[in-house]
Each structure stands twice: as C-alpha cells, then as structure tokens.
T-cell receptor
Framework: DSGVTQTPKHLITATGQRVTLRCSPR?????VYWYQQSLDQGLQFLIQ???????AKGNILERFSAQQFPDLHSELNLSSLELGDSALYFC???????????FGPGTRLTVL | AQSVSQHNHHVILSEAASLELGCNYS??????LFWYVQYPGQHLQLLLK??????LVKGIKGFEAEFIKSKFSFNLRKPSVQWSDTAEYFC??????????FGAGTQVVVTP
C-alpha cells in the first residue's frame, strides 16, 4: 500500500458524459500527478499540482481539467467523453518535484 | 527537450537467466533517476532510485542499477530472474528543474 488512495476503482459511463476522479495523496506529500495508461498510448503524464497550484502540464486534452484543493486532495475531471478515453488513470504523489512518486491503485474508466 | 529511451520494448527470458534493461536519457545536467515496476494488474511501484553518491544502486527484490554519467545511462540488472519478475519496467528521470520524464516501458516475461 503506497498511501495514495483513488476513488472510484472502476467507472463505466457513456460517450459524451462527464466524470470526476478523486485522489488523496500520501500524508505530507505536496505534489499530485495524474497519468493515463492505455494499451496503445502507454503511460502518459497529464498534469502536476504542487500545493494547490498547477506546476506542469503534459499530454492533457482540453476536455480534461484538474485541481488540487487546500487539503491537498485532487480531482481530475473528464468531460465529453469519447471511446478513446477508456484507460487506467493513475494518481501519484511526492513530497516535492525532485522526489520519487508513489502511485495509487488507479481508476479504470470504461467509456461505452 | 529531455527524453528517456528504453532500448527494449519486450524481453522474454527463462527463469534463472540474467536480466539487463537499458535506459538512456538526454538531459546533460544533474538528474535524479528511478526504476519503477508494474506487475500485471497493479500500479507502479518504486524499485530503486539514484540521487547521488555510489553509482551502483541496490533496490528491492534483488534488482540493482548502475548510473554511468558519461553514457547518460541508468541500466537495470538482476542476476537471476524468477517467474514473479514478469512485469513492465519503467525508467524515469527528473531534471534539475524538477521535470519528470518516464521511458516507454519494457515488458518483461519470464518463462518457467
């Protein structure tokens, strides 16, 4: 157990819908990262937050957005969902940008 | 732009064989280096890390990695693999600005 929690574990929804994925970092970690993992794209970095502020952006679509709240938990919002958005979404946390990341168990999103 | 290259996408080997996975990065400054492992159906877990000091780093489960600064490499090794080492292995690099880059991953299959 890494100490990073993600909810829900599984999510099944339809195209065009909007979902919210939630992540709670390890106690003491200030940075939260979101990743998308699929068979065809592999592991893709989406976005990083540090202490409530956006720190870095990766291959995140405009339909996707995220935020980190004062209690440091983070939410990833995915809207206008497409079939191709079906993937595993991992959250990771670290104390700072220079430390190792600890990954959560992931949310498996299926878009039908 | 910084990049991380893992030489092999798939490796198949027999139990007790030795494993070496290559990782090269393009950034010329100070880096922090990591190897992560993802067992089937699980999240990424840290195998080992290098920040400074002895370039030969020992991690969990009998893995080790060697940092060769002149070659921009951080290769992962295990002298004798087991069936339970079947997993995907990711090399990751953090540069001096705290930017993290993952390699594409190497799928390792160990046959009994």
């Amino acid at each position: 157990d890494s100490g990073v929690t993600q909810t829900p574990k599984h999510l099944i929804t339809a195209t065009g819908q909007r979902v919210t994925l939630r992540c709670s970092p390890r106690s003491g970690d200030l940075s939260v990262y979101w990743y998308q993992q699929s068979l065809d794209q592999g592991l893709q970095f989406l976005i990083q937050y540090y202490n409530g502020e956006e720190r870095a952006k990766g291959n995140i679509l405009e339909r996707f957005s995220a935020q980190q709240f004062p209690d440091l938990h983070s939410e990833l919002n995915l809207s206008s969902l497409e079939l191709g958005d079906s993937a595993l979404y991992f959250c990771a946390s670290s104390y700072s940008s220079y430390n190792e990341q600890f990954f959560g168990p992931g949310t498996r999103l299926t878009v039908l | 732009a910084q990049s991380v290259s893992q030489h092999n996408h798939h490796v198949i080997l027999s139990e007790a064989a030795s494993l070496e996975l290559g990782c090269n990065y393009s950034y010329g400054g100070t880096v922090n280096l990591f190897w992560y492992v993802q067992y089937p159906g699980q999240h990424l877990q840290l195998l080992l890390k290098y920040f400074s000091g002895d370039p030969l780093v020992k991690g969990i489960k009998g893995f080790e990695a060697e940092f060769i600064k002149s070659k921009f490499s951080f290769n992962l090794r295990k002298p004798s693999v087991q069936w339970s080492d079947t997993a995907e292995y990711f090399c990751a690099v953090i540069d001096s600005w705290g930017k993290l880059q993952f390699g594409a991953g190497t799928q390792v299959v160990v046959t009994p």
